[in-house]
């Protein structure tokens, strides 16, 4: 990359009176020469210095003007990378990029020295839709040049991305089919096989179970080798693929020809000088865990060591082996090595030391986070948190067990919450804060991000060209976003005042039981109680082996069948299911708050069976309805911090395709339509007014939304959506709705189901609807039935109309159907009343608006009464005084 300088000198003289006079293209590429001669951080600072010169000059800037700036924002990024500054070299391309787009600049190979490059940073901090989406753009260049060579680059560095955010199985597709059906160099084909072998290990779990797995890696890595060690200049690739050798033979344990690898790969490593602090610093980590996993603590800690004194500028001179938490700063691989060595310190029984280097990661990962603007990247980091949560909570509760300390079980409860829809609540959180300007650009993102979407949902028939152009718009939109949002503040999720939650449990006369979904276990908290303490923590094993009997229970609700033809085992796995998850017995609550977790998103608690019998009778079966009151939540924060309702007249917006003549017509849908309009006002718009444009233009008028129509939970790749009259709307389309209701109802299949991740949740459409700013909601968590689901809203209304809570409606709407003397007892299987589920506030506020109003005029009478009163004999009274006179 350092040669393409000097040719630009070329361009930039102009000869007057026999003299060459130096214009600023040629000042700019003389300056990077120069840095390129002698790299330095003060050699940075100085190439900022001149752009900062270049742009306060106000006169209109030439094209070799501007593409000189370009070539000064690669090198400079280059080197920021290459000395530990990955996040200013990110911003240093992105600059580079966006000046080369917006003026249309050429004779530059921007896709070499810039889009790579930046492609690779961006999986390296973990932003994977960036990395993807700028990977496919220069590969979609790459082809239209009929660039072979940096086709072959855009694949491996595809794979890379998909491998890093647990899409190997699209990697293992991508890389099998390339080396199947693609002419390549031995060098291309050796890196395609070493990371072939990488995803092929990603693959699966547990090595042990799967050998073959095991030998196609290893076959894999073998076969790169060969194709490279006669290669020029492949040292570094060669290196990785002993690095990965060593990795794999450590996994299973067998050390002598893992360390034999690593030996291998440190000195083919150590003959390239070209390597970045980081680059180096990843080699020290991957040598601590090779040792952490022989338990050689000694020189596990020491490579550690090696890894801060390589990343963080001045450690050498800490007497501490911990870092500073003021020197640490957005770098994954330091916090692999912060885990690590709290790893190695709770191996060593040293717990309360672990805690800290534990919290020492933190931080690193909000910063990183705040560097993310897609969801998708974030919910990615955020599950590396969940996973060191899990162990945080772990030490926490044997350290409670130890010392009788409730501080323990409450720290362990912050964090879980702090891991709670994270995501969900820093984009709510940043939306209320944005500028209208920073609004209209998170809306432009996101609706260049549905395009590529859709457009990718079609498969063969797609349009890569429709694609590009979106990516492309998404890339634009994204680096604009990216300046307007430099200055915003990290989100910082303020801790739980738990006395004042248990006061409001208290009030609600509820109990919450909060799970939180860990690898090994499932944790699950319960508070509220009368007595002390009034948080208690427990867990059941999380295995596949115990999940499987949520899943048996779950399995029932797959179709209308399932339970009828089985009551017996629906009965028996239902007390199963309820058993193993501990629920409180016995109590005096009448209401449970219920904030699930990974599996548990999918489960209806109401439906669980309580006791076990042998009646075929549905109505008389022992479900958990009977015991509780039950509502949902997304996070502890969402039930404390719960808006007030909005005080006004319960209206209905009311959304009813209806499909009439088309194959899936939804003939009870008008009794739905009339049941509701009957009891309240509001807009209903049936058939093709029932448009996605109509909703979005009243929606923010109405206290309820209500959308009777079609829905589906989508699958792995296709995300979930719901259906209006004229068009199929994706989930992540309803994000920047202008809403603010009371109560949005998702009368239609699987609203509530969608890809899920633990602790975030399952990507659905009641997920849209939250992250546009809803409180509450009902919502389905299966296929549910057009007739049943019109019975069930009719009552759930009538309840509403009654003023009562939402959620007492849903429970006492569930408890009419099964008394219902029109409906059969098939019909009054779970699978007909349990599929909807309500998610927010236990207190109906617009009924206590409407009693505070009534008691405040109340009042108000009383006071004008009584003033009238007084008026009335102070004036008598001065009658008499002016008689006496």
């Known amino acids: 990359m350092l040669k393409i300088t000097l040719g630009f000198l070329l361009f930039a003289s102009l000869a007057v009176f026999g003299q060459k006079i130096q214009t600023q293209e040629d000042k700019t590429y003389e300056a990077i020469d120069y840095f390129i001669a002698n790299p330095s951080l003060s050699g940075l600072e100085n190439l900022n210095a001149i752009e900062t010169k270049i742009w306060k000059n106000q006169d209109q800037k030439s094209k070799n003007e501007l593409l000189s700036i370009v070539v000064l924002n690669c090198n400079k990024a280059y080197f920021e990378n290459k000395f530990g500054k990955a996040n200013q070299a990110i911003t240093s391309y992105e600059k580079a990029w966006k000046i080369y787009q917006t003026y249309r600049l050429t004779d530059y190979d921007i896709v070499e020295y810039c889009l790579k490059p930046l492609g690779n940073l961006y999986t390296i901090i973990g932003d994977y839709d960036n990395a993807e989406n700028t990977i496919k753009h220069y590969y979609f260049i790459a082809n239209l040049e009929k660039n072979e060579s940096t086709k072959a680059a855009a694949i491996l560095n595809l794979s890379n991305v998909y491998q890093s955010s647990g899409k190997s199985t699209l990697a293992i597709d991508l890389l099998e089919n390339t080396l199947k059906t693609t002419k390549l160099s031995s060098i ?18 547990e090595l042990s179970f799967n050998p073959k797995i095991y030998y196609r890696a290893e076959e894999s890595y073998e076969r790169a080798i060969q194709l490279l060690k006669n290669e020029k200049n492949q040292s570094d690739a060669l290196s990785n693929c002993y690095r990965n050798l060593a990795s794999l033979n450590g996994q299973i344990n067998n050390f002598e020809k893992a360390n034999n690898y690593f030996e291998k790969a440190k000195i083919l490593f150590f003959t390239s000088k070209n390597h970045s602090v980081r680059d180096i610093a990843k080699l020290h980590y991957d040598e601590a865990l090779l040792f952490y996993e022989q338990r050689k603590i000694p020189q596990a800690l020491q490579s550690i060591q090696l890894v801060y004194q390589t990343l963080i ?21 330091l ?62 509760n044997e350290l409670y067990l130890k010392e009788n300390k409730i501080s323990y079980i409450e720290q362990a409860f912050q964090l879980a919450e702090k891991t709670k829809s994270a995501v969900l609540k820093s984009e709510l959180s940043k939306n209320s804060s944005a500028s209208k300007k920073e609004k209209q650009k998170i809306e432009e993102l996101q609706f260049w991000n549905n395009e590529i979407l859709k457009e990718q949902q079609k498969g063969a028939l797609a349009n890569i060209y429709k694609i590009n152009k979106a990516i492309k718009k998404q890339n634009e939109t994204m680096l604009l976003l990216k300046e307007l949002q430099t200055k915003n503040k990290i989100f910082e999720e303020k801790p739980i005042d738990l006395n004042t939650l248990y006061s409001k449990l208290e009030s609600d006369d509820a109990l919450m039981v909060y799970y939180f979904s860990g690898y090994d276990k499932m944790y699950y908290f319960t508070l509220g109680s009368t007595q002390n303490p009034k948080i208690i ?30 009551i017996k085992g629906y009965n028996h796995f239902g007390k199963i299911a309820y058993d193993k998850l501990h629920l409180p017995q016995n109590t005096s609550f009448k209401n449970l708050i219920i904030i699930p977790d990974g599996v548990l998103d999918f489960l209806p608690f109401e439906a669980l069976i309580t006791k076990e019998t042998n009646t075929t009778n549905f109505e008389k079966m022992h479900y958990l309805l009977h015991d509780f009151n039950i509502a949902y939540n997304n996070s502890a924060s969402f039930y404390l911090n719960a808006k007030p309702f909005s005080p006004k007249e319960k209206t209905v917006l009311g959304i009813f395709p209806v499909f009439e003549k088309t194959n899936y017509t939804l003939t009870y849908s008008k009794r739905e339509l009339q049941s509701i309009k009957t009891s309240f006002k509001g807009h209903f718009f049936e058939n093709d007014s029932a448009s996605f444009q109509n909703f979005k233009n009243n929606a923010s008028a109405y206290s309820i939304l209500h959308l009777s129509t079609h829905a589906t939970a989508g699958d792995i790749e296709t995300p979930a959506s719901i259906k209006f009259y004229d068009r199929e709307v994706l989930y992540s389309e309803l994000y920047h709705l202008n809403i603010n209701p009371n109560l949005v109802v998702l009368s239609a299949c699987e609203t ?67 008394k219902n003397k029109n409906i059969s007892n098939a019909k009054k299987s779970p699978y007909y009343w349990a599929a909807f589920v309500y998610y927010g506030s236990l207190e109906n506020k617009e009924k206590n608006n409407y009693w505070l109003m009534g008691f405040v005029i109340i009042t108000l009478l009383i006071v004008g009464f009584s003033l009238c009163k007084l008026i009335a004999k102070r004036v008598k009274k001065d009658k008499f005084k002016y008689k006496d006179k």
């Open 537 to 566: 923590l427990n867990s059941f094993s999380n295995n596949a082996h115990y999940s499987v009997y949520f899943w048996q229970f779950i399995a029932y609700f797959n179709d209308a069948d399932a339970i009828t033809n089985n």
């Open 313 to 333: 500028p001045l450690y050498k001179g800490q007497k501490r082996n911990i870092p500073q938490q003021n020197s640490l700063y957005a770098e994954t691989v």
């Open 752 to 818: 509530g189901i969608g890809k899920l991740y633990k602790s975030e949740g399952a990507m659905s459409v009641a997920r849209g609807f939250q992250f546009a700013g809803a409180q509450n909601l009902l919502f389905s968590l299966w296929k549910v039935n057009d007739y049943t689901t019109a019975v069930f809203m009719g009552d759930f209304y009538k309840y509403i109309k009654q003023n009562d809570s939402y959620f007492e409606a849903n429970t006492k709407a569930k408890l009419a159907f099964l």
């Open 335 to 396: 916090i692999d090595a912060l885990d690590l060595q709290a790893d190695i310190y709770n191996f060593q029984n040293q717990s309360k030391k672990a805690l800290e280097i534990y919290k020492l990661c933190f931080p690193i990962e909000e910063l990183i986070s705040n560097l993310l603007l897609y969801e998708n990247s974030k919910i990615i980091n955020q599950m590396r948190m969940c996973n060191r949560t899990e162990k945080c909570i772990t030490i926490y």
């Open 188 to 205: 291309q084909k050796g890196n395609l096989l070493n990371n072939l072998g990488n995803n092929y290990l990603l693959s699966v779990k």
